[in-house]
DNA sequence: AGCACGCCGACT
DNA sequence: GTCGGCGTGCTC
């Protein structure tokens, strides 16, 4: 392929790098591609790497960001940078080659690698505006349409005016295309702003020296509310919040405006970093935890440089030794960086970091506003952040003085952007690390795969936390060291093809209603997982064999019977709980399979005097909430939930954690189900018995003998990693290659495909011109869900080394979704 | 996003 | 033959 760039061509030009290298804000360019312009005698001593400047693309004015000055240039007359929008780098050398490496990894555009390290929607604060020029050449006037004189005339009469003032006073073309061609000829001058929304609350800073305030309140004899404003500000240190300050002044906005024009006090937006929530007794007492755990942790940070560990244990273990690895960063002097996967779980994290830390601890989140999410990305700029916590949009916060970096739940998919830039944040934090020289952490419970795979191919490190006393409680439980090291309670396994099964539907196996009942016989709590809302995943006419379908997609209808509908999970089109079948007119349906509202049902059939709820995503948060809080306390005892069960994690604790059916996604053609499946029960196990020796789960499946199953029964990471990587390994999966997907979805059929075959030609011929390259193709075909919202899905897979497979990733046209890494093949 | 270029069908 | 519609690829 002909990414290779021209022979460079030396500058005729004397003096320091004439050329710029820039990354255009024009996000349909995929790949690490960068553009590179001349740089104007009037910029040369200014031009630095990480400004934004503009240039013109194509036809566009567009921002970029300087990656580096360059005494070569690919092409022979590159275009002039035509500004400097703001001389401040924004970014420093680390952080360009991070956005570089971003950008090059995933196949997104450097635009929107770049613009993920710049305050947010930057472009949006970038005006141009245009003022004539004197003395504008008279005898070209005739060279000007009649719009263009308008333009001109107004911005004589009114002075300077920006595209889009000019674009509404005079019209869209005269704006976009004439004003810079009126800039080229002589009659225009152009110059850019950056206008960032002002960050933070409005403060009132005083600006006279302590002695100067008496007499100026002498002179203030006649506004008492000025001298009020005066002595309230005179009293207080540093800026203060002007609502605040009006209320303990008793003064009103016009009182301070006059103080500010008479120079007295200064009134600017600050951002402060907000003031932590009240410690809880969850969060006292964190740094008593094992010094073992820590120590180990410790002999790793005390390497010199970059480095990357596995610290395995659950959060209670966890979190302590991540607070003492902050704690001994900030005593460096050095920043932390600390993810989490979702935010909720980024907030757990920050609020027990900050009550147990000082230091200035942010936590993303709390920055919702534009204004306020510029002010953070400022203070965080300047330094004045400590500890950065957030989910993984976290990973590009501005952080200079980086010296540790914390992925907790390094395991968890959230990780991974559904959408954009496709980034798997996880990855970038190891690759920031590095750029940072810095170590990282990742924390978890069950490593993903190609995370353990580099632990034991020792790249990265691996720490062991538990205590003594709790290896040798493990040891007597299942006597299998720390491979066999399940989270608490035993576990069985039910294989549900041959099981004596009881209850409206059959869902429910005898051993399985057993052990709950037990749990609640003996004054105890229990916890199902069904792994799909609604009553019955799938109608069907008995008569002719039917299938209810979603018109758009290729989904079966889910029965509803509270709703009395069926609904598509997938694109939630909702129709009437039909009575007959379209097909033949027979009314003899079949509703089969089973969801949180059937397995609700049959319970409350079963156990008519026990108090039992469910949550799923169809109940609103507050009511998903309300439900926790009730099982919590005791007053639900059966709690039925589906995945949602994992954003109240907290209120699980229970006797009895059923899975009804274990093995949803077992069957799909996706190399990362079994991955799945394990972690989220084995997570599941932590949150309900975690730290029981004598709770009880039981996992209901129809193939008990997969290895994902076998491995959650015995409770063994070790075991599903062994079976996994072998599976990864005979079908050159990763971490054994590198796996591009790309995916394109059309609402015609033909074209579809069509497009789907000539991307797999280009791709083959790209790889027919590098002999030896090892990328292998697979497809193009359709997705596994082939038909979704109306519209149809192609896929084609790339896999092979690491290095060859990014080349590949620009070759795709608009249209089509790049996605490196995927985490599902659907 | 916009523009140039090339391929195909409809017309002089 | 040539004009133009649209699909495809390039922009330093």
Known sequence: MSTEPETPIQSPIAGPAPFAEVAVGAAEVRGARTFHYAVPPALDARLVPGQLVLVEFGKRHLHGVVMTRSDQCPVADPKPILDIIWDTPFLDHRRLEFARWLAGRFGASMAEAVENLLPANIARYI????????????????????????????????????????????????????????????????????????????????????????????????????????????????????????????????????????????????????????????????????????????????????????????????????????????????????LAPTEREARALYEQIVATLSGQVAFSGDARTPGSRVGLWRAARAGEIDVYVGPRSAVYAPLTRLGLVIVDREEDRSYKEAAGG?????????????????????????????????????????????SDDLLRQTRLKVGRGWGALGPGGTVGTVDMRTAPVMGHGGM?????????????????????????????????????????????????????????????????????????????????????????????????????????????????????????????????????????????EAALKADFLGIVQADIGLTFPDFTAPERVFQQLMRLRQAVLGGDLEGRMVVQSLMPDHHAIEATRIGSYLKFYRSEIAVRQEHDFPPFTRLARFIYTHRDATNARTEALRLAELLNG????????????????????????????????????????????????RGWTVDVDPVDLV
């Open 127 to 338: 005006t141009l505006y245009y003022v004539p020029r004197d003395g504008t050449p008279a005898a070209a006037a005739a060279a000007l349409t009649a719009a263009e004189r308008r333009a001109l005339d107004r911005l004589r009469a009114d002075g300077p005016m920006s595209t889009a003032e000019i674009a509404a006073a005079i019209g869209k073309t005269v704006a976009v295309k004439g004003l810079p061609r009126m800039v080229n000829e002589g009659w225009l001058r152009r110059w850019t702003e950056l206008e960032l929304p002002a960050g933070g609350t409005v403060c009132a800073s005083l600006l006279l020296a302590t002695r100067e305030v008496d007499r100026v309140i002498v002179e203030l004899f006649r506004a008492p509310k000025q001298r009020a404003l005066l002595r309230a500000l005179a009293n207080l240190v540093g800026p203060v919040p002007v609502k605040e300050l009006l209320t303990l002044a008793g003064a009103g906005h016009s009182s301070l405006k006059a103080l500010q024009r008479a120079g007295h006090v200064r009134i600017e937006h600050i951002y402060r970093i907000p003031e932590p929530p009240p410690a809880t007794p969850s969060t006292a007492g964190l740094r008593e935890a094992g010094s073992a755990d820590w120590r180990s942790l410790e002999t790793f940070l005390d390497r010199d440089g970059h480095g990357v560990c596995v610290l395995l244990g659950d959060p209670t273990r966890r979190i302590p030794s991540y607070v003492q690895a902050i704690e001994k960063t900030l005593a460096a002097r050095r920043q932390a960086l600390v």
């Open 422 to 466: 496709r980034v798997q944040a996880r990855d970038a934090a190891i690759e920031l690390g590095r750029a940072h020289l810095c170590p990282v952490v990742l924390g978890t419970a069950t490593p993903a795969v190609e995370t353990f795979y580099n632990v034991e191919s020792e790249r990265y490190r691996f720490i062991l936390m538990q």
């Open 508 to 648: 429910l196996s005898e051993e399985f209603f057993t052990g709950l009942k037990d749990a609640l016989a003996q004054g105890g709590k229990a916890v199902l997982l069904v792994n799909r809302r609604g009553s019955a995943s799938m109608t069907i006419c008995r008569e002719c064999g039917y299938v209810f379908t979603c018109p758009d997609c290729d989904n079966r209808l889910v029965q509803h019977r509270s709703i009395e509908s069926l609904v598509c999970h997938s694109c939630n089109h909702r129709q009437p709980a039909p009575r007959r079948c379209p097909e033949c007119g027979a009314g003899r349906l079949r509703l089969w399979g089973h969801g949180t509202e059937s397995v609700l049902g049959a319970l409350r059939a079963l156990l008519p005097l026990e108090r039992v709820d469910r949550i799923d995503s169809n109940l609103p948060i507050e009511q998903v909430r309300a439900v926790a809080e009730g099982f919590r306390r005791g007053a639900i005892r059966v709690l039925v939930g589906t995945s949602l069960l994992f954003s109240v």
């Open 766 to 813: 790209v790889l027919a011109e590098n002999s030896d390259s090892s990328v292998q193709l697979m497809g193009p075909a359709p997705c596994f869900r082939a038909r979704e919202r109306g519209a149809y899905r192609w896929h084609i897979l790339a896999y092979g080394p690491d290095e060859q497979v990014p080349p590949l990733l620009a070759v795709p046209h």
